[in-house]
Each structure stands twice: as structure tokens, then as C-alpha cells.
């Protein structure tokens, strides 16, 4: 049985990889390079990619978001403020966008002449490691409040990521946040990858972080993390269910 169910699970892996990596092309076609941005709820993602997103509006630079919820559209609005285009993507349930979710929207709904395009994953650290959405960069969020530990506890996600940002860099002080220990931590499940800090409320690193984004865009070099996604084992209580295994392959995101 378990057998079958791991087979069922790279089936749909290798389905989405293959849509993803047609996705990239397409996508580098028409000159767009995708931002992937994962966290778990709280870490403070929707609020700096609203200063992201405000601040290349002021420089006249053609940006666009897509936000990803399982319900309600409040980052969409929370978002719009930027000035950017914004389009909620609702998930009815599932934990974690796939690529041909992202493709039906990209088809759909990006405004022509758009070289950005950020996506805002499920509030989530498992699910959404596991799944190429045809990005180029994939960047990882984790907010000081949530622990020294987290990359640890996280492997795959901070394992995957092209870069890391720490947010609520201002509450490390109350936080009794140890800096040292966790770039520690983030080096041994990726290492070489490259470390942001930022705080929303008084834009600090919203600039690095929009260089950075722009930097690959115009293409500089993308970190290569040493291991693929590694596949995941849960299911889900509603219409959508799901189990991966925990094999990993040598393997980057992006080439």
C-alpha cells in the first residue's frame, strides 16, 4: 500500500516538475522572472512585500503579485496599496500552490509587460517546499518571534531556499533572539546561502531585498542549494489529500 501511495506522490511530483520547468521557459520568453515566497503564517511576509512592491512602483519598475490564501482576500487588498497589480489566488483547502495553478493565472490574468512577478505562498513551511512553481528565485521568510530553531525544524523549506530573510529584526531584543545561532543553524541545512534582515516598520532592508530580486531578474547567479525539495508525508482532513515520501535527490530548483 505504501508502496503504491509513494509511486502515486513522484507521479505527481514529476507532473508538476515537468509544468514548472515549461512554465520557467515560457515565462523567460516573455521576459518575466518569478519570486517565490515561503513562510509560515505571522512572519510578517505580507507586510514587506507591500513595501517591496511600493517602493518598485516608485521606480516606475513593472511588478505584479500574486497572493495565495485558502480563504478570504485580505492580502489581496492588504497588497493593493502598493499601487501594483495584485490577484488573490484561493486554494479552496489545499495547503500549498502547484504549478499549473500558478499557469492558469499567469495565462489569464498577468498584465503585459510585467518583469516581476512576486508570489505569495500559502502561509506554510511543508507543503509548499515540495512544489516548483517555475520560479526563478525561491526566498524563505522566518520572523525573529518564531525561534532560533526553525531551520532545524525545517530543513527542506530553508534547505531549498535561492535566500533567506529574517523579519521583525526590531523584536529581537524582546524576542531574546540569538542572531548567531540561527544564521548557524540556516548555514547547516543550506550552505552558502545568503541571509537578509529586515524590519517592515521603518523599511529597513525593503531596498536590499528589491535590489536583490532584481539583480537575478537581469541575471546575476541564483544560490544553488545543495538538495531538490524533499518530498513530505501528510494528508488532509477535507476534499484534498496527499502523501510524499522523504527520499531526496541531488538536485536544484532553478539551473
Given at each position: 500500500?505504501?508502496?503504491?501511495?509513494?509511486?502515486?506522490?513522484?507521479a505527481v511530483?514529476?507532473?508538476?516538475?515537468?509544468?514548472?520547468?515549461?512554465?520557467?521557459?515560457?515565462?523567460?520568453?516573455?521576459g518575466?522572472?518569478?519570486?517565490?515566497l515561503?513562510?509560515?503564517?505571522?512572519?510578517?511576509k505580507?507586510e514587506l512585500?507591500?513595501r517591496v512592491?511600493?517602493?518598485?512602483?516608485?521606480?516606475?519598475l513593472p511588478?505584479?503579485?500574486?497572493?495565495?490564501?485558502?480563504?478570504?482576500?485580505?492580502?489581496?487588498?492588504r497588497?493593493?496599496?502598493?499601487?501594483?497589480p495584485v490577484?488573490?489566488l484561493?486554494t479552496?483547502?489545499l495547503?500549498?500552490?502547484?504549478?499549473?495553478?500558478?499557469?492558469?493565472?499567469?495565462?489569464?490574468?498577468?498584465?503585459?509587460g510585467t518583469?516581476?512577478?512576486?508570489?505569495?505562498?500559502?502561509?506554510?513551511?511543508?507543503?509548499?517546499?515540495?512544489?516548483?512553481?517555475?520560479?526563478?528565485?525561491r526566498?524563505?521568510l522566518?520572523?525573529v518571534?518564531?525561534?532560533?530553531?526553525?531551520?532545524?525544524?525545517?530543513?527542506?523549506?530553508?534547505?531549498?531556499?535561492?535566500?533567506?530573510?529574517?523579519?521583525?529584526?526590531?523584536?529581537?531584543?524582546?524576542?531574546d533572539?540569538?542572531?548567531?545561532?540561527?544564521?548557524?543553524n540556516?548555514?547547516?541545512?543550506n550552505?552558502?546561502?545568503?541571509?537578509?534582515?529586515?524590519?517592515?516598520?521603518?523599511d529597513?532592508?525593503?531596498?536590499?531585498?528589491?535590489?536583490?530580486?532584481?539583480?537575478v531578474r537581469?541575471?546575476a547567479?541564483?544560490?544553488?542549494?545543495p538538495l531538490?525539495?524533499?518530498p513530505?508525508?501528510?494528508?488532509?482532513?477535507?476534499?484534498?489529500?496527499?502523501?510524499?515520501?522523504?527520499?531526496?535527490t541531488?538536485?536544484?530548483l532553478?539551473?
Amino acid at each position: 500500500m505504501c508502496d503504491s501511495v509513494d509511486e502515486v506522490t513522484q507521479a505527481v511530483l514529476a507532473k508538476n516538475d515537468s509544468l514548472a520547468a515549461g512554465l520557467r521557459e515560457e515565462l523567460a520568453r516573455r521576459g518575466v522572472s518569478v519570486v517565490n515566497l515561503l513562510s509560515s503564517p505571522g512572519s510578517g511576509k505580507t507586510e514587506l512585500l507591500g513595501r517591496v512592491l511600493a517602493r518598485a512602483v516608485e521606480r516606475g519598475l513593472p511588478v505584479a503579485a500574486l497572493t495565495a490564501d485558502l480563504a478570504t482576500e485580505n492580502d489581496a487588498h492588504r497588497l493593493a496599496r502598493s499601487g501594483a497589480p495584485v490577484k488573490q489566488l484561493l486554494t479552496d483547502g489545499l495547503c500549498h500552490l502547484e504549478a499549473r495553478q500558478l499557469r492558469g493565472h499567469v495565462e489569464s490574468w498577468l498584465p503585459e509587460g510585467t518583469s516581476l512577478l512576486f508570489v505569495e505562498n500559502v502561509g506554510n513551511l511543508v507543503c509548499p517546499a515540495s512544489y516548483d512553481l517555475g520560479e526563478r528565485l525561491r526566498i524563505v521568510l522566518m520572523a525573529v518571534t518564531e525561534g532560533e530553531d526553525k531551520p532545524l525544524k525545517y530543513p527542506t523549506a530553508f534547505g531549498s531556499a535561492h535566500l533567506v530573510v529574517l523579519t521583525k529584526v526590531d523584536l529581537a531584543g524582546p524576542a531574546d533572539f540569538d542572531q548567531a545561532a540561527f544564521a548557524a543553524n540556516v548555514q547547516r541545512v543550506n550552505p552558502g546561502v545568503e541571509l537578509l534582515f529586515s524590519c517592515a516598520r521603518t523599511d529597513d532592508g525593503v531596498d536590499t531585498l528589491l535590489e536583490r530580486v532584481l539583480a537575478v531578474r537581469d541575471g546575476a547567479p541564483v544560490h544553488r542549494p545543495p538538495l531538490a525539495p524533499r518530498p513530505h508525508s501528510h494528508s488532509h482532513s477535507d476534499s484534498h489529500s496527499h502523501s510524499h515520501s522523504h527520499e531526496g535527490t541531488e538536485a536544484g530548483l532553478v539551473s
